[in-house]
């Protein structure tokens, strides 16, 4: 569900009004009934009720009942939309934590996350309660797709962990998951680090002795990996078809290309016409996907946000449940 104070429940009750996505899959949410009640009085939705469980089993999986695992971890009295708080982050935190447990156990087949609270990213919690070492996020926009060597460290620090074996990790993960999606021979633009990527040594010494030895191996292996590519060309030369996937260095070098395509604001009427963008979660012994934004505070209870990342989020999902069966 997201945290509760945030658009997550909305985009939510917009997401599991269209009769196609039960068509397509068994959505249970995990959150507090209570707030996908007030969810579904601002967003609109008469024809839907929400059907509190306590457990997965109880579930009716059916259009027009919003089936909600309730953990009622939020208190009517204390609960203040549109504002950050220590319950709502911490009810966040303890959905994402039942439905990693749900999948580990096999009650679920897939998990999708929504806006809501972070360790430095839901990314790490997924990691961390998984026990998953060798993981990597992965960012898509239509055919659009980026993985990352790290994301939430300092700048400093993601210049520090560009190693070949980190590389090449991510390398084969990006191509193991271009191949979970039916990408026959996927082909693989690796980003340099550096401006021109280092200029053969002259703005930095990372692509000549990290990055291309990694590249080197991989092509060793099979993987049809192509770079160091200049971080400023590699993107564009993706969304031309040159490039399955791009392996970026760092968090924003990876993320401020996809955003600049999949969000997109409409400055005559001063709002947002598109909020689209999947997160996966590679590496890890459970599906995860998610959407490719925050709580969007300021947008919450007003029922304008879209719900059109939740949807290919979940869209997502079932894709890589399908290919893992």
């Known amino acids: 569900m997201g945290d509760p104070a945030s658009i997550g429940p909305e985009i939510t009750v917009k997401a599991m009004a269209d009769p196609a996505l039960y068509e397509l899959c068994s959505p249970l949410i995990i959150g507090d009934a209570w707030v996908m009640e007030q969810a579904l009085s601002i967003v609109g939705h008469e024809e839907l009720n929400i059907n509190a469980i306590q457990d997965v089993k109880e579930a009716k999986f059916s259009f027009g009942t919003i089936d909600v695992l309730d953990l009622g971890l939020v208190r009517p009295q204390e609960f203040e939309r549109g504002q950050v708080s220590a319950m709502c982050g911490d009810a966040a935190f303890q959905y994402v934590k039942k439905v990693i447990e749900l999948a580990m156990a096999g009650e679920v087949d897939a998990t999708v996350t929504n806006a809501g609270h972070h360790y430095s990213g839901h990314t790490e919690i997924y990691a961390d309660l998984t026990g998953t070492k060798n993981y990597t996020m992965m960012l898509a926009h239509e055919d659009l797709r980026v993985v990352h060597v790290s994301t939430h460290v300092s700048l400093r620090e993601a ?8 590389v090449l990790d991510v390398i084969r993960i990006a191509n193991k998951a271009c191949l979970e999606m039916g990408i026959e021979k996927p082909k693989i633009g690796v980003a340099g680090l550096n401006p021109h990527s280092g200029e053969n040594g002259l703005f930095g010494r990372e692509e000549i002795e990290e990055i291309t030895p990694a590249i080197d191996e991989a092509k060793k292996e099979g993987i049809l990996a192509e770079g160091p590519v200049p971080p400023d060309t590699v993107f564009s030369k993706a969304k031309g078809g040159w490039y399955d996937i791009v392996v970026a260095m760092y968090h924003d070098q990876g993320h401020i290309p996809l955003k600049v395509v999949g969000f997109v604001y409409n400055r005559e009427k001063q709002m947002w016409d598109a909020v689209s963008g999947v997160n996966i979660t590679l590496g890890l012994p459970i599906i995860r996907v998610s959407v490719d934004h925050g709580t969007a505070f300021d947008q919450a ?18 894709k890589f449940t399908k290919s893992r069966k």
Do not use: F, M, P
């Open 301 to 318: 209870g007003k029922g304008t946000a879209s719900e059109l990342s939740l949807r290919n989020s979940i869209d997502y999902a079932v």
């Open 159 to 166: 210049c520090d962990r560009v190693k070949k074996q980190r």
